[in-house]
């Protein structure tokens, strides 16, 4: 086995080979609320090896059979758990049972948002979360309304989590380097992350009215069967980057209020 793994380009695979860069994406989890970390995408471990310094029991998962075995030779004297397979499809419960635990790490491009949404499914159970993305992405995440970027992503995440766009990182400090800038992100889980609304509603209201983002939500949400007086909230002459994520919920409150007094 060769002392390098190759990155590879269906993987989107960037390898970090900054070792300063490294530390500071280790030292943004807070370690308050959880014993247990999840890194996705180790690579050739190089945030891997500053995680395990730390008071955690730290599992490190990669798709890339190559990237698990150097991980399995490179720490086999540390207590890393290495386990092969993809977040996105993988059962967490077999990992951490019910216990809390974080997730960090260098994610892939081509699956980063799916990472989030993936966590925002699992939020009872993850209190934190950091790493880096591509910039852009990033900065989705963390926007505020107003913003031509704030989207589903951006409302989404922080209805349940406090989101905090950390620092940026330049390509060169990639093997190969990426074509743009990556970012790197903190979501900490709000103390309260249940929604005075139903979820699966709230989810809908977001994804509907951002799917036709330049119209206002009168003509977005038609779907939703609107009745007559409501149409006349001011609310719905807005268009959905205007509205803040407190106003989303106030807005399903007021469609499911709605619902009942009109059926």
Same mark, same amino acid.
Request: glycine share 6%; net charge negative.
């Given at each position: 086995?060769?002392?390098?793994?190759?990155?590879?380009?269906?993987?989107?695979?960037?390898?970090?080979?900054?070792?300063?860069?490294?530390?500071?994406?280790?030292?943004?989890?807070?370690?308050?609320?959880?014993?247990?970390?999840?890194?996705?995408?180790?690579?050739?471990?190089?945030?891997?090896?500053?995680?395990?310094?730390? +008071?955690?029991?730290?599992?490190?998962?990669?798709?890339?059979?190559?990237?698990?075995?150097?991980?399995? +030779?490179?720490?086999?004297?540390?207590?890393?758990?290495?386990?092969?397979?993809?977040?996105?499809?993988?059962?967490?419960?077999?990992?951490?049972?019910?216990?809390?635990?974080?997730?960090?790490?260098?994610?892939?491009?081509?699956?980063?948002?799916?990472?989030?949404?993936?966590?925002?499914?699992?939020?009872?159970?993850?209190?934190?979360?950091?790493?880096?993305? *591509?910039?852009?992405?990033?900065?989705?995440?963390?926007?505020?309304?107003?913003?031509?970027?704030?989207?589903?992503?951006?409302?989404?995440?922080?209805?349940?989590?406090?989101?905090?766009?950390?620092?940026?990182?330049?390509?060169?400090?990639?093997?190969?380097?990426?074509?743009?800038?990556?970012?790197?992100?903190?979501?900490?889980?709000?103390?309260?992350?249940?929604?005075?609304?139903?979820?699966?509603?709230?989810?809908?209201?977001?994804?509907?009215?951002?799917? *036709?983002?330049?119209?206002?939500?009168?003509?977005?949400?038609?779907?939703?069967?609107?009745?007559?007086?409501?149409?006349?909230?001011?609310?719905?002459?807005?268009?959905?980057?205007?509205?803040?994520?407190?106003?989303?919920?106030?807005?399903?409150?007021?469609?499911?209020?709605?619902?009942?007094?009109?059926?």
């Amino acid at each position: 086995m060769g002392d390098q793994v190759r990155a590879k380009k269906h993987l989107g695979q960037h390898f970090l080979k900054d070792e300063s860069i490294a530390e500071k994406i280790s030292n943004t989890l807070t370690l308050e609320g959880y014993e247990k970390v999840l890194e996705i995408g180790p690579g050739m471990g190089v945030l891997t090896k500053y995680l395990i310094k730390k +008071d955690i029991d730290l599992v490190a998962m990669d798709l890339d059979s190559e990237s698990v075995t150097y991980l399995e +030779d490179h720490f086999s004297d540390t207590n890393l758990q290495v386990l092969e397979g993809d977040f996105l499809k993988f059962e967490l419960s077999d990992i951490f049972g019910d216990e809390a635990f974080a997730i960090t790490g260098n994610f892939p491009y081509n699956i980063s948002t799916q990472i989030v949404f993936k966590t925002l499914e699992h939020k009872a159970q993850i209190p934190e979360f950091t790493g880096m993305f *591509q910039k852009e992405v990033a900065k989705r995440i963390c926007e505020q309304e107003g913003s031509k970027t704030y989207g589903i992503l951006s409302v989404l995440t922080q209805a349940f989590y406090d989101a905090e766009y950390l620092f940026t990182v330049p390509p060169s400090v990639f093997s190969p380097p990426p074509k743009v800038e990556s970012g790197v992100l903190r979501l900490k889980r709000k103390a309260d992350f249940s929604l005075p609304c139903d979820e699966k509603m709230f989810y809908r209201v977001v994804k509907t009215a951002f799917q *036709q983002r330049r119209k206002t939500l009168r003509n977005s949400l038609k779907s939703f069967d609107l009745s007559d007086k409501l149409k006349e909230d001011t609310i719905f002459g807005q268009r959905p980057e205007q509205l803040s994520v407190l106003q989303f919920i106030a807005l399903t409150q007021k469609l499911e209020n709605d619902a009942i007094s009109t059926h």
